[in-house]
């Protein structure tokens, strides 16, 4: 008798043992795939709406696709994943004055960019040529916030308070 009590207090506790395995194994995979679809949600136009909850600064954004583009990267190797184009109001919009601009040019606001990569060595490589760039013309030259895989870029005509509202805003939103 001692020995069947014995044999089902050890089938009792490895049945036990089965189940708060499966058990893990089934949260610790539902806790992944929760993880992958917010970070595959987390795109520029994403980004740009959770920043337009948070100031009332942002105006007219435009988001990029393939085909609307102006520097042809969206989707290419080691280039950004997602796009937006954002105005500032307090900003002066000045392409649509600028006679020497196309008219993809002229309709692109003025105020920020955010960028979205792949990876985070994506978007430094990235970041490090604008800097470069911006270095040697100081036409060219802008605020720039990165986290993870992500690039923010401000007009270099907002003040810094002005960049400083939008880095802490970037900051909030990105983990």
């Known amino acids: 008798m001692k020995k069947s009590i014995i044999a089902i207090v050890i089938a009792v506790v490895v049945i036990l043992a089965i189940i708060i395995s499966i058990v893990a194994v089934n949260k610790r995979g539902t806790e992944t795939s929760t993880e992958t ?48 184009t954002f105005e500032d109001i307090r900003l002066k919009q000045k392409n649509a004055d600028n006679e020497f601009l196309t008219e993809e040019e002229k309709n692109e606001p003025i105020g920020g960019t955010i960028e979205v990569f792949e990876n985070e060595t994506d978007m430094n490589n990235r970041k490090t040529y604008i800097e470069n760039i911006s270095s040697s013309m100081s036409t060219l030259s802008q605020y720039m916030y990165s986290k993870g895989n992500v690039l923010l870029r401000l007009e270099k005509d907002l003040t810094p308070t002005q960049a400083k509202e939008y880095e802490d805003v970037f900051n909030e939103i990105i983990k």
């Open 37 to 84: 679809i917010e970070n595959e949600k987390m795109n520029a136009e994403v980004i740009v709406n959770k920043m337009k909850e948070k100031t009332s600064n942002i105006g007219k954004v435009v988001v990029y696709n393939e085909e609307n583009d102006l520097n042809n990267l969206l989707g290419r190797p080691n280039q950004y994943t997602s796009k937006v």
